[in-house]
């Protein structure tokens, strides 16, 4: 199996930046398409931005988010900047084998989640 540990999650002040974490263990390749998923009380999951050799984000987060990967450390960051209160959530990376993955059931592996608050 895969697992996936997130860090560097925390308390922030709107406008301010934060940068997420993910390093991968266990039967991981660096084919992997590696992603950010969050999900705010009340509400689903939602897709942030994945990388494979390339990257993609969601809408909400583009120009505000960027997403990078170091093979050598089998880790995958999220650099997040200008946050906003809305981006408050849990953040889960998660990790797929299929090529541009953006829904829950394309991702196969997953981490255990990390907060992430921004105050208004």
């Known amino acids: 199996q895969v697992q996936l540990v997130e860090s560097g999650g925390g308390l922030v002040q709107a406008g301010g930046s934060l940068r997420l974490s993910c390093a991968a263990s266990?039967?991981?390749?660096?084919?992997?398409?590696l992603g950010w998923f969050r999900q705010a009380p009340g509400k689903e999951r939602e897709f942030v931005a994945a990388i494979r050799w390339y990257t993609y984000y969601a809408d909400s987060v583009k120009g505000r988010f960027t997403i990078s990967r170091d093979n050598a450390k089998n880790t995958v960051y999220l650099q997040m900047n200008s946050l906003k209160p809305e981006d408050t959530a849990i953040y889960y990376c998660?990790?797929?084998?299929?090529?541009?993955?953006?829904?829950?059931?394309?991702?196969?592996?997953w981490g255990q989640g990390i907060q992430v608050t921004v105050s208004s």
């Open positions: 998660a990790a797929s084998l299929r090529q541009r993955p953006t829904k829950l059931a394309e991702y196969d592996y």
């Open positions: 266990g039967r991981f390749f660096s084919g992997y398409t």
